[in-house]
């Protein structure tokens, strides 16, 4: 058992970093590098359009001198409530390029949430993407500093906006304001760019937050530009320019597409801009060799995979069936031997590239983050030539703090440390991070910062993990999720939620047993699954399969865990988790505060056992 005290760094040939870098240097250097064509690509309703890495930059360029024509001045903060496509990227690139402040806010966010952000910061220029979007903040204007809109799209029909709006612009009316100021004064640009430090601050990252309002994570260009160079570095499998394409769907917001998004950018490699909405139309479309997703995106894919082959016919089946059965006893660090080997190269052959295909079929690389990922779809996909890869971090850690390499891979851990990056594990458990890519602070919030780094500028996850004998790292729980129960044993509940989740037919999963005698369980039931079992949602509660397959998952879970942690009753839900109706983050985790509040009437008749109250639910005794 390693010391608290023991600190974990990355492996040797595990990639590096570079300090003291801007992130308008990366597109710099990616230009003088890897010049392509095709580096940022947007999908109109006549089809997929191109701009070279040169055109991205020149547009930033024009885009940033017109931003400080208006008035804009260094350290002047700008709101971003944008898809997350170009109107995102050139914004932002933009913004950096000027030296302000941007303030990205998830499309998601509450009103409430919104406003806070705006008057936090005191953000006096927003950059829009369409009218629907300005439409949607609209009303929450009136309550803030913004005086200037930019708006992706012409400007045509625009709704009401509030009486501080004293400035709407096209972004290409702010390019061509640039383009005028560049012709008058060449070396303008020159002077904007001199003046960018790596310790500026480049951005504020509000955290979606399970509870209370949302903080603000200050990120420095070198935070993220470290973060950036060491991530890449250690792909090593990953090629560069128009050797790769990428799709990118995840939000820009968020700081783990965001930070990939400078990456493939550094790299000159082909990115397209998509969404979750449109993810199976254009992986067809764009066929990438990489992209990233969080464990709901693969878990959902791996569900169609199983769905599809189980309703295949006779031979079809038992083929696929064998195949499956091949693949889940994959070795991601043993060469196959040779029997096993051309067994292999038959599944691939008849059934595994059709897995590639549904995924594109040129997937390579799969880069996984935000939450847990279940084990067997790492092998799974690997016997299908594609490598998941998954990793670990924080919006504080900018993001990545570790994470599996193409060549150093295992199933159910997020991997070595990042290079230039330590870690520790406390005597509580706590994971401990250190490193240039480790936040400036909370903004505006001191005591709430220095409670989450100390004098050693080692930072406090809130993550409870541990380091295997390889030293790769595991993520077992989050302290703040713990609790006790009235014989005095702690819960630890994350092992059985992940366990839970990992099956098809559950959506989302709790445990809970705060101060109760027992643990229990709120499971969500995937409505997607029940649809493709064709079993009606609003029968799903009286289907006895359903129940006795809950009552398997639950019974084989429970054998995993000490006896206190066993799960003695589950509160069963049709209904579906979501940002809209509140229960899960923009980063899709649940807000268990939310649940124990919104269904807690039925937890108490759970407990008592008062069937009575349990319309529209079901409880099931294990």
Known sequence: ?????????????????????????????????????????????????????????????????????????????????????????????????????????????????????????????????????????SPILKDSLIETVILWQEIKDLPDLSENIKNIYSYSEIEAKGKTVKDINPERLAELKAEINAQDLATIIYTSGTTGVPKGVMLSHENISSNVIASMNGLINLGNGQEETALSFLPLTHIFARTLNYGLMWKGISTYYSSPENLREHLQEVKPTFFAAVPRVLDKAFERIIAVGSSLPGIKKKLFNWSLGLSSRYKLDEKPGTFYAMQLGIADKLVFSKWRDALGGKIKIIIVGGAALRPELVINFGAAKIK???????????????????????????????????????????????????????????????????????????????????????????????????????????????????????????????????????????????????????????????????????????????????????????????????????????????????????ISAMYSDDGDKLEHALVIDI
């Open 388 to 602: 998941v890869i998954q990793g670990y971090g924080l919006t504080e850690t900018s993001p990545v703090v570790s994470f599996n390499r193409s060549n150093m891979n295992k199933e159910g851990t997020v991997g070595p440390v990042l290079a230039n990056t330590e870690v520790k594990i406390s005597e509580k458990g706590e994971i401990l991070a250190r490193g240039p890519q480790i936040m400036r602070g909370y903004y505006k919030m001191p005591e709430e910062t220095a409670e989450v780094i100390d004098s050693e500028g080692w930072f406090y996850t809130g993550d409870i993990g541990e380091f295997d004998s390889d030293n790769y790292l595991k993520i077992t729980g989050r302290i703040k999720n713990i609790f006790k129960l009235s014989t005095g044993k702690y819960v630890m509940p994350q092992p059985l939620e992940d366990d839970f989740e990992g099956e098809a037919l559950i959506g989302t999963a709790l445990v809970l047993g705060e101060s109760e005698k027992y643990c229990s369980a709120i499971i969500f039931l995937n409505n997607e699954t029940l649809q493709n079992q064709k079993v009606a949602i609003d029968k799903a509660l009286e289907n006895e399969q359903v129940i006795a397959d809950l009552k398997a998952i639950i019974q084989h879970a429970n054998g995993n865990l000490p006896h206190w942690s066993n799960i003695k009753k589950a509160l069963v839900l049709t209904d579906e988790p979501s940002i809209e109706n509140g229960i899960l983050t923009p980063k899709m985790s649940v807000k268990r505060n939310v649940v124990l509040d919104r269904y807690s009437d039925l």
């Open 1 to 137: 058992m390693p010391k608290p005290s023991q600190i974990y760094t990355a492996p040797a040939n595990s990639g590096k970093t570079e300090l003291n870098r801007n992130l308008v240097s990366l597109l710099d250097e990616a230009i003088a590098k890897f010049p392509n064509s095709k580096a940022f690509n947007q999908r109109y309703q006549n089809g997929w359009q191109a701009l070279s890495n040169t055109e991205f930059r020149e547009k930033s360029e024009n885009l940033a001198l017109g931003l400080r024509e208006i008035s804009a001045q260094r350290g002047d903060k700008l709101a971003l409530f944008t898809h997350s496509d170009l109107s995102f990227a050139f914004a932002d690139m933009a913004a950096l390029i000027a030296g302000l402040v941007d303030v990205p806010i998830y499309l998601t966010h509450s009103p409430p949430n919104i406003k806070h952000i705006l008057q936090q910061t005191e953000a006096k220029i927003l950059a829009v993407s369409d009218t629907i979007l300005l439409e949607q903040i």
